[in-house]
Each structure stands twice: as structure tokens, then as C-alpha cells.
């Protein structure tokens, strides 16, 4: 294996695949095509992308970045802070599934997820709901990629 695979081990790529196609991730945002990496309607909308923290270790083989996941209202304030907070969670409790399926053609193996911190709600300057919560995500390049 090519000793510069771990750079290639995307933990927001792998996530956000992962949540796009789950069917409780969908049934609780209202649909497909809502799990994305830009803030975007429809709303509610999850953004996943690369959180402030984890650890790359010695970059050799297991990582543990965070991913965040942010989750977006519409801009005239629905849905309300319990409707956030709840679909939030399904979208984190989908994101712990994770490890428990084989990585499909080549993308990284997951092996653990877990939340970093809180789940913080955290709207934008304009009133628009956001929520936030950071998973850390343990993985590796996927041995048998090319």
C-alpha cells in the first residue's frame, strides 16, 4: 500500500455518501437531496463538512478527524429548536452506523464514530436556524483500493 494513501482517506467524503443515502436521514429532513457539503435549500439541509478538531496521529495509517455536521432551518425560523435538536440526532445516530458496513470501491474504512462534544445550536447573523454537532471519525485507507 502506497505510504501517502492515508491522505486520500476522506472522512467528510465517506460521511457525507453515507448520510445522503440513508433512509432515515431522508425520512427525518423530508426527502433525498438534502444532505450536501453547502449550506443550501431545501431546508431543513445538513452541511457535512471538516470539523475543528480530532487528531491525525503519526499519519501513518488511523486518523481521527471530526466531521460536523450542521443542520439548517429555513431562513424564516422552521423548523423550531426541538424539531432542530431531534433531526440532528437521527442524522449523528445514522452516522454511527457507519462502521458496521464495508466501504464500497475503494473509499476509506470507518471503523468508529462518535460525537466530540455537544450539539449546539448556533444560528446565523440573519436569524436562520443552524444546528451543530463534531463527530470524530476513526479511519483508514482501504487496503484494497489500487
Known sequence: ?????VADADPVAAVLAWL???PKV???LGGPGRVSGAREAPWP???VALGPGGSLNDLT???QPEVSL?????PGGWPGPAA???ILKVCALAAMELPEHAPPGGRPVVSHVQPSGLLLESPLENGQPRWVIGLLVSLHPNPESP
Open 1 to 5: 500500500m502506497d505510504a501517502y494513501a
Open 26 to 28: 431522508q425520512a427525518v
Open 45 to 47: 439541509h445538513l452541511r
Open 84 to 86: 432542530m435538536s431531534r
Open 20 to 22: 445522503a443515502e440513508h
Open 70 to 74: 450542521e443542520l439548517y432551518g429555513d
Open 61 to 63: 495509517w488511523l486518523t
